[in-house]
């Protein structure tokens, strides 16, 4: 048996994994890889899928919820572009690598963008708490989980603005008010289904009233709503997957159910980490990632025992980022508690070693 600790595309259960399947060889006489988006069936998929979203995160009326495609990287730009208003400028809290980008592509648009808080000075290893939001922006931007380094807000900001957040990475992870938010955007690779497609939760009264001079119609979320994401040829199989995968969670004890799974993997994991000599944790105690937990051996000397031993359990997906080093160890809704006992057992096995 593999434990899959990758960091995405993301582990799936296994009967969905079986269901993708047989509906790859059969889904309706026809492959779902052949059949027209446009078929009544597969129009079925799609109302289906957003209901299913809509239950899962008890959204609001006066909410719209799509799939597009092109990922978060899009989504700094989608989002920034249908935010824009007479002010032309955003404030954004910089927690890593994904922030960085949604900042970079903000300020392409046309959008002054005003960094109001950052943790870049102590190289992305907490939230920011201490900060003041400016009053004459547009709209406050933030990425609740950051994937790389193994942060994630556990209070998310106040303010009367429009808040907008991506959630590519603890979107259905855990419990959230959708109605404190006006725009949220979240590739599906995590918790939702395969690579391909980008979920978009939005207020319908922030649609159409973009100021920016350039809106190209794939961009204009108002016009995704219209074509109930139909506006061009979706990302069939990543959204029927999705489907299976929301019908497996809403099975298994839904959200809320998946929220008190979560914080029992993450306290497994960081115990360990805090009480064996050979670990350290890599971010502050208190804004660690219940999904990705990034942690350092204290002696480096021992990189290549400590990597034999995980591989040798089964364990594929943990070094950290490229940007970063160490190990992440990423535990998305899919991964059962098990794998991550395995991980602590080979932990264990590593200090009796020491």
């Known amino acids: 048996m593999k434990h899959n600790f ?3 595309p993301c582990i799936l259960p296994q009967e969905v994994f079986q269901q993708a399947a047989d509906a790859v060889l059969d889904f309706n006489g026809l492959s779902i890889l052949e059949v027209s988006h446009r078929h009544k069936d597969y129009v079925a998929v799609m109302d289906e899928a957003i209901n299913l979203v809509k239950t899962a995160l008890n959204i609001p009326r006066g909410y719209s919820t799509v799939f597009l495609q092109g990922g978060a990287s899009l989504g700094f730009t989608i989002a920034a572009i249908n935010m824009m208003r007479e002010n032309r400028k955003a404030g954004y809290i910089n927690t890593g690598t994904w ?13 002054e963008v005003d960094v109001f808080a950052s943790s870049e000075d102590k190289k992305f290893t907490y939230i920011p708490k201490e900060y003041s939001i400016p009053a004459n922006v547009d709209y406050i931007h933030f990425t609740s989980n950051n994937t790389i380094y193994g942060t994630q807000f556990k209070e998310f900001p106040k303010t009367n603005l429009p808040l907008v957040c991506d ?16 725009l949220i955007y979240a590739g599906a690779q995590k918790n939702l289904g395969p690579a391909g497609a980008t979920l978009y939760i939005v207020k319908d009264e922030i649609l159409g009233k973009s100021t920016s001079p350039f809106m190209p119609t794939y961009l204009d979320l108002k016009q995704h709503v219209e ?12 959204i029927y ?15 809320k159910e998946m929220g008190r799974k979560n914080e029992a993997k993450a306290k497994l994991l960081y115990n360990e980490i805090d009480s064996n000599p050979a670990f350290k944790g890599a971010v502050e105690t208190q804004d660690r990632s219940n999904m990705n937990v990034t942690f350092l051996l204290n002696d480096e000397t021992r990189e290549s025992e400590f990597d034999t031993l995980w591989k040798g359990a089964g364990i594929v997906g943990l070094p950290g980022h490229r940007s ?6 990423s535990m998305y809704n899919a991964l059962p ?12 096995e590593f200090a009796r070693k020491g």
């Open 167 to 182: 959630m590519s990475s603890d979107i259905f992870s855990k419990e959230i008010n959708i109605a404190d938010f006006d």
């Open 227 to 238: 074509k109930e994401s139909m506006l061009n040829t979706p990302p069939v199989f990543s």
């Open 241 to 255: 997957v999705s489907l299976l995968n929301l019908k497996n969670l809403l099975a298994s004890g839904g959200v």
């Open 99 to 111: 922030a960085t980008g949604a900042i970079k592509e903000a300020k392409k648009v046309g959008i």
């Open 6 to 8: 990758g960091a995405g």
């Open 324 to 329: 970063v080093g160490g190990y992440r160890a």
């Open 337 to 348: 508690i098990e794998s991550v006992q395995v991980l602590v057992d080979v932990m264990k």
